[in-house]
Each structure stands twice: as structure tokens, then as C-alpha cells.
């Protein structure tokens, strides 16, 4: 098993700019992409950002510029550093993780239970 836990949400103005982490923990042997999804009210989870562990990353054309993603990948770690806050920015943020277990062991998906991310003023 393994647990996600997500940090760094809050209320902020538009402008802003929060740095969300998500660090995994648990049975790991390696972790082949890890991404951040978000949900706002009435509308789906939708992929924000992911990165694979050659570090090649890609993003929505919504954040593309403003929502860099980075990996530590001796801490099991992600992050999000997200600029320019806009109002429709506010969602539930998610980290995902593709975990194998083992040596060549098939690939499970993890997710975290969330952070909220709120732009107003």
C-alpha cells in the first residue's frame, strides 16, 4: 500500500502564488509518473501536470507556464508551484502516483485525498 498526503493549499487572492507538495510514503519500489489533478465543483478531475521519472512533464493547455511541476525522487516527493492565481483556479487539487511495488511489477495508481486551492478577493 502506499498513502499520498498533499500540502500547501489555501485561500489566496488572484496574483498569488502557492507551492503544493505531495509526498508518498509506504511500499515503493519505483514511482513511474506522478501527477496533479484537480476538481472544481460540478466539473470533472482533470489533469493538471505530470512528470515521469526521466523527468519529461506536461501540462494543460489551461496552466501551461504558470503550474511548473518538480520531483524529488529520493524523497518520493512532487511539486506544484503554481503562479498567477485565478479565481477559476479554485478546485481540490490531487496527486497521483504510478507505483510499482516490485522489480518489474505491474504498475498501480494512488491517489491523495486532496488540497484545497481557493482564488478569491
Not at 498569488?16 to 513511474?32: K, P, T, V, Y
Not at 509518473?33 to 493547455?61: C, F, K, M
Request: glycine fraction near 10%; charged fraction near 15%.
Amino acid at each position: 500500500q502506499v498513502k499520498l498526503v498533499e500540502f500547501g493549499g489555501g485561500l489566496v487572492q488572484p496574483g498569488w502564488s502557492l507551492r503544493l507538495s505531495c509526498a508518498a510514503a509506504g511500499s515503493i519500489f519505483s514511482i513511474d509518473a506522478i501527477s496533479w489533478y484537480r476538481q472544481a465543483p460540478g466539473h470533472p478531475r482533470d489533469l493538471v501536470a505530470r512528470v515521469t521519472s526521466e523527468d519529461r512533464t506536461n501540462y494543460a493547455d489551461s496552466v501551461n507556464g504558470r503550474f511548473p511541476i518538480s520531483r524529488d525522487n529520493a524523497k518520493n516527493m512532487v511539486y506544484l508551484q503554481i503562479t498567477s492565481l485565478k479565481p477559476e483556479d479554485t478546485a481540490v487539487y490531487y496527486c497521483n502516483a504510478a507505483v510499482k511495488h516490485q522489480r518489474g511489477g505491474i504498475v498501480y495508481q494512488y491517489w491523495g485525498q486532496g488540497t484545497q486551492v481557493t482564488v478569491s478577493s
